[in-house]
Structures are given as C-alpha cells and as structure tokens.
T-cell receptor, first 116, second 115 residues
Framework: KAGVTQTPRYLIKTRGQQVTLSCSPISGHRSVSWYQQTPGQGLQFLFEYFSETQRNKGNFPGRFSGRQFSNSRSEMNVSTLELGDSALYLC???????????????FGPGTRLTVT | AQKVTQAQTEISVVEKEDVTLDCVYETRDTTYYLFWYKQPPSGELVFLIRRNSFDEQNEISGRYSWNFQKSTSSFNFTITASQVVDSAVYFCALSEANNFNKFYFGSGTKLNVKP
C-alpha cells in the first residue's frame, strides 16, 4: 500500500499570504490528522477529520483551517501567514472508526513551510 | 499541563550499548493509548508500537522492548545492542479514548549512536 503523501514538500511564502497544503491518506483510512512541528513547540495537534467532519481541534487561531473530501483526502489552509507559522506540517492517517479503539497514526513526509 | 514528558533531551551511546528512553505520561482517563515513534534525519515519523491502558504486558520486538507501568505512569523504551541506524529522535505519545484521535507528543529524545 502507498503511504501518506503530502504536497507540496517545500513552500516559501511571504507574510500576509495564504497557503493550502494537501494530504492523501493511506487507502482505506478515513481519519486524517494534522500536526505542526517546530523546534520550540515540538509536535502540536492542529485538527482531525473523519468522514468529512472535523472531530477535534487543537489550540490554534482561526487562521488555521482544514477540510476533508469524500475520498478522505484532506487540505489545510493557513491565511494571513505570520513568521511564526514557519514549520514542518505533518499529516497522518489512521484506521480510526466511530466508537472503535484509537489506532496508530501513519505520518506523511511533511510540508516544510517557510514564511519570510 | 504537559501530558507526556520525555526528560532526556539527548542521549549519546557507543554502538552495541543498551539504551533506555524514558516516557512519563499524565491522564485522568481510564482508557488511553500510548505510542512510540521514530523520526530519523529524513524527517518522516515512523510508528513503532501502540499499547492500550488495559495491557501492561511488556513487549519485545527484536532489539526493541517496551516497559509499561501504570503505577508510575511510565512507558519506557529500551534498545538493546544499539546500532548507528538507531540514531534518530524518538517520540512518545498519548491518546485518550474520548478525544478523537488527538495525540499528545512528548518533546522527543534525540539518540546519537556512535560507531
């Protein structure tokens, strides 16, 4: 099976711009989560989608948003970029289902976002 | 409050030494899951193991072993006879059953294995 794929792998944006990152989960996985990884804050949970519904959200401002499509692919959007948004954005998918035990998440290679 | 603490920021060992990475977690839930991930220099997080709160049996997989102790809220990871390829950052993570797949990660332990 193909792993989690993320596009683009690298991105350079200017302050104030917006960006959209894409994630394709492992086939059959309906849960997609997003994380931000920075040297200072480590790995922080952004949000999780299951069957096109956001089930959980981390402590990030409203500039961070996401969505999931019917084929389980997901996108996250960051509007009005700030310098502090520079980070590695990781997408993960899992077999999580309604009312089922928590499954391990499989991570993609990430998108390295640099805001100048 | 920090839900997962990895107190060891960086550890250096010589090849063939055994090394233990510590993980202490905090939760009020009775049903939760613990994980270990490896992040090599390439950057991609690699899943190593999942344990649920009802299974305290230790697990061994080749040179890797995990010790889960609810009494001390710890889930430690030991690499036996370390190899240079084990050099990576290792993360411990916690997920609570009612929290829809939200993972709390520790700050990670960087392991350097020298030849």
């Amino acid at each position: 099976k193909a792993g989690v794929t993320q596009t683009p792998r690298y991105l350079i944006k200017t302050r104030g711009q917006q960006v959209t990152l894409s994630c394709s989960p492992i086939s059959g996985h309906r849960s997609v989560s997003w994380y931000q990884q920075t040297p200072g804050q480590g790995l922080q949970f952004l949000f999780e989608y299951f069957s096109e519904t956001q089930r959980n959200k981390g402590n990030f401002p409203g500039r961070f948003s996401g969505r999931q499509f019917s084929n389980s692919r997901s996108e996250m959007n960051v509007s009005t970029l700030e310098l502090g948004d520079s980070a590695l954005y990781l997408c993960a998918s899992s077999l999580a289902r309604e009312g089922a035990p928590v499954h391990e998440q499989y991570f993609g290679p990430g998108t390295r976002l640099t805001v100048t | 409050a920090q839900k997962v603490t990895q107190a060891q920021t960086e550890i250096s060992v010589v090849e063939k030494e055994d090394v233990t990475l510590d993980c202490v977690y905090e939760t009020r839930d009775t049903t939760y899951y613990l994980f270990w991930y490896k992040q090599p220099p390439s950057g991609e997080l690699v899943f190593l193991i999942r344990r649920n709160s009802f299974d305290e049996q230790n697990e061994i997989s080749g040179r890797y072993s995990w010790n889960f102790q609810k009494s001390t809220s710890s889930f430690n990871f030991t690499i036996t006879a370390s190899q240079v390829v084990d050099s990576a950052v290792y993360f411990c993570a916690l997920s609570e059953a009612n929290n829809f797949n939200k993972f709390y990660f520790g700050s990670g332990t960087k392991l350097n294995v020298k030849p």
